[in-house]
């Protein structure tokens, strides 16, 4: 028999908001920070080479800790974590807006980092549990995309006006606020969401797996600075590699593993985490190189560079928004489809256009085609790499999907910068030179934009059942239920009696 589901529009529209306003904080601490670097390293007497800490100890507490933030969202509760997270973030920006010593913004910048590892995952996966699979869900991560898109916009623009008007400091400041207000509204409006009925904690596992993913994220962050060869970089890849193989062994045996392994036998999670992945690769790691272009070739200032993000910023908007109809028409395997294609004409053209004195109009077309396409895969590509998990598991599910994210985002930055310096010559001041890395680097996105499209076609086909079942919901205007055929629904936990929208059987539309 089908099922469906009724959905409360009032309290389920208040959730959503705060649920898009925490993702939008997340995605304002990701450009906010781009933009303060070169004021932060000249007050806090950060080196070159050391810079890049301020993003990269973020990088690697956020990448490393996301299993156990993912796991921990589906033993102790959802709302439970998604208030940690938050407080994490405001105490943590309380400590790197004080800071007086560059060791001090490192280490405010690594429990930020603990924070986004439990606060990403809770806020995905209450996403995906609160709005029923289907019409209801796109929806729902349309706006939540669309948050994570305007966040981008606002945080290029306040961390240029910030950092001009009062300096570096308040792009730390702006979060405490942000976050603090998102704890006291979610303390009241969240409902109490119930914890995974286990055999216990996977305590070894947690460890292993934590330590490994952070080893890793580690070697790839650190790699380009302390050199591929080192001892330091050879040693901690190996050890991740090891420790990495460990976990597996320890997942396999134990009754309640931290990472269920099975969950890699549904497709769309395996390859849409392969997604994730690739598309912070390339899009994601891009926006370096834009702000290395505006500042250092073209000498913006901190606040024009801000501005400069605006358009690029506003369209993956733009994208993320229209994901959601997007998807209901055509389901997230195609809609994936035509958006990557979109984003590789878009870099293609950029790479083709962009030269030392090219003006931002000249390359505004080719932003603009490609920041549309991003915005869309933002959205669709979590839709598809949480179809078809269990309530249950919706917390390591996104965790999982979360964490090929971040890993990707450091991954193609290091690859990225790799290949610019090598087409450079390792010059990272001289505007001719540096122009030519950023367009070998903008022409190695769009081959990695390629690749994701190829991995793309492994997601499942929509199954015509389904389809046709949705599909007709659809043309009878029940936008708040989504049937689908009991066939073809795997076995899924029932939601909470608290929870406002218990999810639906899952469908097979992706």
Do not use: H
């Not at 898109?149 to 979060?175: C, H, P, R, S, Y």
């Amino acid at each position: 028999m089908p099922t469906s589901v009724q959905a409360k529009p009032r309290r389920l529209g208040a959730i959503l908001g705060l649920l898009a306003f925490a993702q939008m904080i997340i995605a304002i601490d990701y450009n906010i920070m781009f933009v303060a670097l070169p004021d932060i390293g000249s007050d806090l007497g950060f080196s070159a080479q050391n810079l890049q800490w301020v993003i990269s100890a973020y990088s690697v507490a956020f990448g490393g800790f996301l299993l156990l933030g993912g796991r921990a969202t589906d033993l102790f509760g959802r709302k439970n974590m998604f208030l940690f997270g938050l407080f994490l973030y405001a105490a943590s920006s309380v400590l790197g807006g004080l800071a007086t010593e560059s060791w001090l913004l490192v280490a405010a910048r690594v429990v930020q980092g603990l924070g986004g590892a439990f606060l990403a995952p809770a806020t995905l996966s209450l996403v995906t549990t609160l709005f029923a699979e289907g019409t209801e869900r796109n929806r729902a991560l349309a706006v939540w995309g669309g948050a994570g898109g305007f966040g981008m916009v606002l945080g290029a623009i306040l961390g240029g006006l910030l950092t001009d008007w009062f300096g570096w400091q308040a792009v730390m400041w702006v979060n405490v606020i942000a976050a603090g207000a998102a704890m006291a509204y979610g303390t009241g409006i969240l409902p109490k969401t119930a914890k995974a009925t286990t055999n216990g904690f996977d305590l070894p596992g947690a460890v292993v797996g934590t330590v490994a993913s952070t080893l890793l994220v580690f070697t790839l962050v650190n790699g380009p600075e302390a050199g591929w060869g080192s001892g330091t970089t050879i040693g901690s890849l190996i050890g991740s590699l090891v420790l990495f193989a460990l976990f597996i062994g320890i997942e396999s045996k134990t009754a309640a593993p931290m990472m269920p392994l099975r969950l890699f036998t549904n497709r769309n999670v395996s390859v849409g985490t392969t997604i994730t992945f690739l598309f912070m690769a390339t899009f994601g790691a891009y926006a370096y190189f834009l702000t290395q272009y505006w500042q250092v070739v073209q000498g913006y200032s901190a606040w024009a560079t801000g501005f400069a993000f605006l358009l690029p910023s506003g369209c993956v908007l733009i994208g993320t928004v229209a994901a959601g109809k997007l998807m209901n028409s055509y389901g997230a395997r195609k809609t994936l489809l035509i958006a990557l294609a979109v984003g590789f004409v878009g870099t293609a053209a950029l790479a083709l256009t962009m030269t030392q004195d090219s003006s931002y109009l000249v390359i505004a077309v080719p932003l603009i085609v490609l920041s549309l396409g991003q915005g869309v895969i933002f959205t669709a590509m979590f839709a598809a790499a949480t179809t078809g998990v269990a309530n249950e598991e919706q917390g390591i599910g996104s965790g999982i999907a979360t964490t090929g994210q971040q890993i990707g985002g450091a991954v193609g930055l290091a690859v990225l910068i790799a290949i610019a310096a090598g087409a450079a010559g390792g010059e990272t001041t001289d505007p001719a030179r540096l122009t030519d890395g950023i367009l070998v680097a903008t022409w190695a996105t769009a081959a990695g934009i390629a690749l994701t499209f190829l991995a793309t076609l492994g997601l499942k086909k929509p199954a015509a059942a389904a389809t046709q079942v949705v599909a007709s919901g659809e043309a009878a205007g029940d936008t708040n239920s989504v049937t689908a055929p009991a066939a073809s629904a795997p076995a899924s936990a029932p939601a909470p009696a608290s929870a406002p929208a218990p999810a639906p059987a899952v469908s097979e539309r992706v």
